[in-house]
């Protein structure tokens, strides 16, 4: 293959080249070194994105939206329905996947392409599997990247979808502006543990196939959940997260999710939006910058030598462990005031 110009995949990035877009994201889920030091490089050229200050670049006009819920809920015909509809107000569309378990099961939750079959023939739909990879602070690094990357390629909106069994949800959450629950009818009666949790991640629940037979059984569990959603302390962002149900087999069977998302935008506002997304990065900036430390550290050289020699020190019993904790600190307390 031939080798990758940072500034060639920036200019074919920024001027919409989808071809552009799959290789930068296939930069940003690699974990070798040479791939990161160039996904750095590429960032380097990308235009800055939207400051505390307010200007208005590029992703201050995007939203992201992520869909979460279990395998079956509906959560890929929704994204097909929901994103035919975004594109047809114009936005351009970007599908990613966060899905920790897919090298597990040997299965992306996008692998079932069918499901979005139109989406994924729309030239103005972008539609990304998830990465086959089962680290998830790995994948959630990429896909915030990813995100990146998108919205640089000119797409305003960005739907996240991640399967609700285990940790995703909550990366993904720290990643979008709204952040969706798909439930079933049927769902809502035993509103505790785990499931609670999930719940509190979301700023919207849909109670799914709310059509034919399952419809009244649809509406009281839209009851259960906005009771419960109504017992949680109120947010600092003025919202008040709310159930509602939808189909996505019935002519305008999204028509509330539509008026709830915008019900949602109105409230945060610009203000409330760029907040939000300034109070994920400084979450992340905690995280990142502690593992970052953490690893540099280890990449020391004088401070490795030190930390082998204590531990065969340990080993061979020629000092106890505070002996050798010791040791490594004072090495590192005199490489930080070197
Ligand atoms: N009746 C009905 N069936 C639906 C609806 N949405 C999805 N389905 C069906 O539910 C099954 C699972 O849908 P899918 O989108 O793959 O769910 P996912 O696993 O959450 O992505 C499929 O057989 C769909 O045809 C809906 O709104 N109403
Ligand atoms: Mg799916």
Not at 104 to 127: C, V, W, Y
Not at 256 to 273: D, H, R, V
């Amino acid at each position: 293959m031939r080798k990758i110009d940072a500034h060639t995949l920036a200019e074919d990035l920024l001027s919409g080249k989808r071809a552009a877009l799959s290789r930068a994201i296939t930069l940003v889920e690699s974990q070798r070194s040479e791939d990161r030091e160039l996904a750095r490089e590429l960032f380097r050229l990308l235009p800055r994105p939207v400051t505390h200050t307010g200007s208005s670049s590029a992703s201050a006009k995007t939203l992201r939206i992520g869909i979460t819920g279990s395998p079956g809920a509906g959560k890929s015909t929704f994204i097909e329905q929901l994103g035919t509809k975004l594109t047809r107000e114009g936005h351009k569309l970007a599908v990613l996947a966060v899905d920790p378990s897919s090298s597990r099961t040997h299965g992306s939750i996008l692998g079932d392409k069918t499901r979005m079959e139109h989406l994924s023939r729309n030239p103005m739909a972008f539609i990304r599997p998830s990465p086959a990879r089962s680290e998830l602070g790995g994948v959630a690094r990429a896909t915030r990247e990813a995100i990146k990357l998108c919205e640089a390629a000119g797409y305003t909106r960005i739907i996240i979808e991640t399967v609700g069994v285990g940790q995703s949800e909550h990366a993904v959450q720290q990643l979008v502006d709204f952040m969706v629950l798909l439930v079933l009818p049927g769902s809502g009666d035993d509103l505790q543990g785990i499931k609670r949790g999930i719940v509190e991640l979301a700023d919207l629940v849909v109670v799914n196939k709310a059509d034919g037979d399952r419809e009244p059984l649809a509406r009281q569990t839209k009851s259960d959940y906005n009771i419960a959603l109504h017992l949680a302390p109120a947010r600092e962002d003025g919202w008040t997260p709310r159930a509602i149900t939808a189909s996505s087999v019935v002519e305008g069977g999204l028509t509330g999710f539509g008026e709830s998302l915008t019900a949602y935008t109105m409230a945060l506002g610009q203000e409330g939006l760029r907040m939000r997304r300034k109070r994920q990065d400084l979450e992340l900036f905690e995280r990142s910058s502690n593992n970052q430390s953490l690893r540099l550290l280890h990449e020391d050289e004088q401070l490795q030598k030190v930390h082998l020699a204590a531990q065969s020190a340990i080993e061979a019993g020629e000092i106890d462990l505070d002996k050798a904790l010791e040791q490594v600190r004072t090495a590192l307390q005199n490489r930080l005031s070197a």
